[in-house]
């Protein structure tokens, strides 16, 4: 039951988290979530603002007495990630998130639980409806759309906040201080083809399906070594043309460009004589693929089933071409940071397949903490797929945020959370994309530290939240205000 959440500790955050579980808010569907933490500004009786996009903001005055404190701006975003399980019946834009307890976590039922950023969100509007609380002024922005092109951080305008310290809630590792991320670019790539090659009359058809892969953050996870979809399924396709004289119909991975894909299907064909041969690399491949991720991913299934045949074939040089450039691309990390070791540097993500009825796309993210690296990655997917006659272009481009690790506001941050946890923090530059970089670019003069709970696989129905966690990350954004 959903509701059980509520009786978990700081009240007010996890009251605020249920009720953000039960308004539907994927990325581009916020009007509603909007619309709630607007009105809950005006309830609580604070100045409060939403701009033209979207964006809220709530001001609190300072606690008597403390009126001459920095600004102290706490950020966070409204909209999740929708992904589901494929046996999961459940619409992002009209269903509530059906969260539990599970021993020390909350998890979603077969979804993403959305405590990237629910809670951050959570946070802040505690923060804001809390009177005992001791503090300088404050604000509570809370932005639109961030996972995809971070819409609402791209269109703050100058003014909107009047922070002087920015604390970004939207990283997900207890006991670490964030001060710098990765930018991003995606990289989207077509071809219109003429979908008029006919099946030979001697084909049977063949549905592949890839399932079963963990998937998650492609950003925070894409260092833990996870399979992704669109390439073992590429990989498999290659050797079936190759040597089974396959053909490629249709293929579909992936769903959201920061994003792990998880699954992946094709439809082919090959001569009736092969179809024995297939069933056999089939297995190989599902033998191939559990060995190779051995410990990492434990839940392969990798199945053939004949199915009726389809009515068009993708031309056979432009099949070649599309699996041939997938196949060149490296995925993954590509390169790591010297000055933070174990921090990834540069990736990237084939986040989206699809080739159905005479059009090909695919959307890659790159990310990296150096923008000239993130524009050379970028640049060998273009070269892989031009070689191919495919079209490309570079999208929702946005700049990495650059470390301080001079700033006033990491040393009051790592003093509170020495004083909650009894060890000094983590200082790290995250692979993922933060808001901080955009808005560092509109307030350039602003002091910025991210920080958040433990929350583990984000982006992936086994999105979890641990729940002492948010209890101790609540005691040291609460020591660091008054501090401030």
Known sequence: MATEIKSLQPAAVWSYFYELTQIPRPTFHCKEVGEYIYQEGLRLGLETHRDDIGNVIIRKPATPGMENKPVVTLQ???DMVPQKNSDVNHNFESDPIDAHIDGEWVKAKGTTLGADNGIGVAYALAIMADKTLKHGPIEALITVDEEVGMDGANNLQPGFSRGNILLNIDSEVEGSLFVGCAGGVDVNVSLEYKDDCPVPNSDTGVRLSLKGLKGGHSGVDIHLGRANANKLMCRFLKEAIEFYGARLSWLDGGSLRNAIPREATAVITLP???????????SD??????QEYKGIEDKISFTAERVECPEHLIPEEIQDALVNAVEACVNGPISMLHDFPGTVESSTNLAKIKAANGKIELCFLVRSSSESRKMWVASAIESAFRLGGFAVEFD???????????????????????KIFGYEPNVLVMHAGLECGI????????DMISVGPEIRHPHSPDEKVHIESVERVWRVLVNALEQF
């Open 272 to 282: 009736n004589e092969d179809v024995a041969g297939l069933w056999e690399l089939v």
């Open 285 to 290: 491949y599902q033998d191939l693929f559990r």
């Open 439 to 446: 808005i560092q670019g509109v307030m350039p003069d602003m």
């Open 396 to 418: 929702a481009a946005y700049n990495g945020w650059q470390p301080n690790i001079e700033s006033h506001a990491l040393e009051v941050m790592k003093k509170s959370s020495a």
């Open 76 to 78: 966070a975003h409204m």
